[in-house]
């Protein structure tokens, strides 16, 4: 029975084994300092843990790790916008080149035929009342396109910096290489006007009378049989007439017209 006995060596609890302090590497304690009670100097080493089963080093984690994948998305759908954005522009200028080549647009014309004053009368208010007939040649250059002058119209006499009467031009199509006359009344009255009709009278002594035909007309494009959004024709005629005679045709010495459109 004694024979048969076997002996097992005592194995020690891992776990209750006696713990001390761990010491990461690049720390130390020097006597002196322990006397003192000084704390414990720092390197530029972080420290190591060790864990306490294998006894194998383990660095720490940061707490907050850098999240990657908003800005990641962020960038993506920048470049997504920014390469959208390109391939409209591009369009667009492709679509411009191509119609610009194939239809050619020009600017219609306008000149002034006639001017006719039949009012231009200063009342007892001292306002003066002004009607003037204008009779207008709108020319259409265009070979492929046809031109829609739309409601919203403004033509307008000014002398100096005040306006003496105004108007619009009616509604109507205008077909290729088409000329179309067109008669518009214009009505205006200015109060407290005696200074401008004296201006008015010295003027027309010198047989030379500056006048500005402002005109604003919204016009819609017509290519082939698409019809696209409106557009507005800018321009200003400089007229120097004869006289300001009522009921007389007023005699047009010189003319310069410009226009451009607006869009």
């Not at 998305?73 to 954005?85: A, E, P, Q």
């Not at 300001?244 to 451009?260: D, E, G, H, Q």
Request: glycine fraction near 4%; aromatic fraction near 6%; hydrophobic fraction near 35%.
């Amino acid at each position: 029975m004694a024979d048969n006995q076997k002996i097992h060596p005592i194995v020690a609890d891992v776990q209750a084994r006696p713990t001390r302090p761990l010491m990461a590497h690049g720390l130390s304690l020097s006597n002196s300092e322990m006397g003192k009670g000084n704390s414990v100097q720092r390197h530029a080493h972080p420290p190591v843990i060790r864990s306490t089963t294998n006894n194998i080093p383990v660095l720490p984690y940061p707490s907050n790790p850098p999240k990657k994948g908003s800005s990641s998305c962020f960038c993506k759908c920048m470049c997504w916008t920014i390469s959208l954005l390109i391939f409209l522009l591009i369009s667009l200028a492709v679509t411009g080149v191509t119609i610009y080549l194939v239809f050619k647009p020009k600017i219609p014309q306008y000149s002034v035929d006639s001017l006719k004053i039949s009012d231009l009368t200063l009342n007892f208010d001292m306002s003066l009342y002004a009607r003037f007939d204008v009779k207008i040649t709108a020319s259409n250059p265009n070979k492929k396109i046809g031109i829609y002058y739309e409601k919203g119209s403004r033509l307008s006499v000014w002398y100096s910096s005040t306006k003496l009467c105004q108007g619009s031009i009616p509604r109507f199509y205008q077909g290729h290489q088409n000329t179309t006359k067109v008669d518009v009344v214009l009505t205006g009255q200015n109060q407290y006007a005696s200074a401008l009709m004296s201006a008015l009278q010295e003027q027309q002594q010198t047989g030379r009378i500056p006048l500005d035909l402002k005109l604003d007309v919204p016009v819609s494009i017509k290519l082939g049989k698409l019809k696209l959004s409106k557009v507005r024709i800018m321009g200003t005629c400089l007229l120097i007439v004869d006289s300001l005679s009522a009921n007389n045709l007023i005699s047009i010495k010189a003319s310069t017209c410009k226009f451009r459109p607006k869009l």
